[in-house]
């Protein structure tokens, strides 16, 4: 291994040991947000609840093959929000203090810095709280996955947050140009909450927006079908090929953006 | 008093329009930002594609849900971020040095938005007269008239409960995470995710009892036809009382607050 990826992975453990260090400063906030983190997901399950109490399969999907979904979608919002959110919110913050030129002056690469700046560990309720979902879910099913399916999903699982980064990273780089960018990371947040239905629930234009342009399936449902051993080599290739389509885009949107930033006071 | 303010509010509108016209990239990523209607329109319409669910066919999903669109975009407010920022940072205290009361200030400043908000909402709209044409309270004079007032309410009630809730910020740091809650209980028993009917029947009696309905769920069952004209007078009968109860109470917190308030930096 070249000693350039041993200085990252020695930064790593710098940045995160700080990080960590400014996460538990409060700690009492710990325990209160882990039990609004609760409350929210069971507030966020009643929609899925309501509609299961209607009908036993909508657009194809059972009760408990919807819940797969639902209970993976708050997974990968555990990640997001504990590991990736506030980082990069520091970064649009620092967009427009100017605080972001401190960041740029030290000798290592920028996005790193900006990416591993901050995490939220009591997310890990959310964490806990999906998995128990997930485990419901296929104890409703009555069988557990297979372990191969399970070794698939974790590669989508990697992908997907690789596909939520990237999507994180254009966001920001947007709030080069636009600067009250705390509405785009709304929007963002708003868009990726549609993640918790099959895709097969939604036609014409939000299918195709979900599919292509803000790649929701590929992050939730195929992985759950994944987990479910429906899924087929060719989407497992889609989801992949478009997860390292998207973190190309991501890095080369940042370094135009980075090329364009000019300081808040200048 | 009262003239000094009638001269001074048409200037106040044009100062608030102006701002929002300066904004205007943020404010569509605002309007963006509210897609889950579209999504739950998405959801339920797949839902109802076997046949109709209570009164709701696919066609009366899409009115719904396009008129909770509508609404939500015309009366929401984000009267606590502001606040909360203004007190948080300070700027509170140039407020307070005015002649006029901030809180008049404030209200003249999202007054302002309203017609940028009809105009960006306009298509929206006319899809809605397209699908749900005669069942619009617009034809009517007297159902016309309880539809702006019951708009009229819906703004004024959102308005007042986020001066309340931001108004906590002079006395607890945590004021955000208060509107959160409220925020998680208002998308749930007012309507904006699911129709309060398709709840289970005793959810729904206990949200007809409470404020959240009346902030969107009132006014656009008034607008798509759900509720006949005795009960819509009813509703907004109870709806003026919530908006008098705010306002008497947001004022009180205000005025406590104001006795503590000291300008951060000063």
Request: hydrophobic share 60%; glycine share 8%; aromatic share 14%.
């Amino acid at each position: 291994m070249p000693p350039v990826f041993l200085r990252y992975a020695r930064l790593l453990r710098t940045q995160l040991s700080i990080a960590s260090t400014l996460a538990m400063q409060y700690r009492f906030d710990f325990v209160l947000k882990g039990v609004m983190a609760l409350f929210w997901m069971a507030l966020t399950m009643v929609p899925l609840l309501v509609v299961y109490a209607q009908r036993t399969s909508v657009a194809g999907w059972t009760y408990p093959e919807a819940l797969v979904v639902l209970g993976w979608f708050a997974l990968l919002k555990s990640i997001l929000d504990g590991g990736v959110t506030p980082s990069l919110n520091m970064v649009v913050e620092g967009i427009r203090t100017g605080a972001l030129d401190f960041v740029l002056l030290k000798p290592a690469d920028a996005q790193f810095l900006v990416s591993t700046a901050r995490f939220e560990p009591w997310r890990i309720f959310d964490l806990i709280g999906s998995l128990v979902i997930l485990v419901y879910a296929f104890r409703r099913l009555g069988h557990a996955p297979a372990p191969a399916h399970v070794a698939a999903a974790f590669v989508l699982l990697a992908v997907a947050v690789l596909l939520l980064y990237s999507i994180w990273i254009l966001v920001v780089s947007a709030s080069f140009w636009v600067v009250r960018v705390d509405n785009l990371s709304y929007l963002f947040g708003s868009l990726f909450d549609a993640g918790r239905w099959p895709i097969d629930v939604f036609k014409g234009a939000l299918r195709f927006v979900f599919t292509f342009v803000f790649p929701l399936a590929l992050m939730t449902t195929y992985p759950a079908l994944t987990l479910l051993g429906k899924l087929t080599f060719g989407s497992a290739a889609l989801v992949v090929g478009g997860g390292l389509a998207f973190t190309a885009l991501a890095r080369l949107a940042w370094r135009g953006a980075i090329g364009f930033y000019t300081s808040a006071s200048s | 008093m009262m003239r000094h303010l009638m001269r001074a509010y048409p200037t106040l509108l044009r100062i608030g329009f102006a701002e929002m016209v300066a904004y205007r990239a943020e404010f569509l990523i605002w309007v963006l930002t509210t897609n889950m209607p579209l999504v739950m329109m998405g959801l339920w319409t797949a839902v109802a594609a076997d046949g109709p669910v209570g009164r709701f066919g696919q066609r009366e999903f899409v009115a719904y849900y396009l008129a909770i669109l509508v609404i939500r975009i015309l009366t929401s407010s984000w009267m606590v971020w502001e606040l909360t920022m203004d007190i948080r940072q300070g700027a509170l205290a140039a407020r307070l040095l005015r002649p006029l009361h901030p809180l008049i200030v404030y209200s003249a400043e999202h007054l302002a938005a309203v017609p940028m908000r009809m105009l960006v909402i306009s298509p929206v709209a006319i899809v809605l007269f397209v699908v749900a044409g005669p069942q619009l309270a617009i034809g009517d004079p007297v159902r016309l008239a309880i539809l702006l007032a019951s708009c009229a309410g819906a703004w004024a009630l959102l308005f007042f409960t986020q001066v309340l809730i931001g108004s906590l910020a002079l006395f607890i740091d945590s004021a955000l995470s208060v509107f959160d809650i409220w925020l998680g209980i208002h998308s749930l028993l007012s309507g904006y995710l699911v129709p309060l009917e398709l709840l289970p029947p005793w959810v729904s009696a206990v949200a007809h009892r409470l404020p959240f309905h009346y902030c969107l769920g009132l006014p656009v069952e008034i607008l798509i036809g759900l509720v006949d004209t005795p009960s819509a007078l009813r509703g907004l009968g109870l709806q003026w009382l919530y908006v008098g109860g705010f306002f008497v109470a947001s004022n009180l917190l205000w005025r406590a607050g104001m006795r503590r308030f000291v300008a951060f930096g000063a």
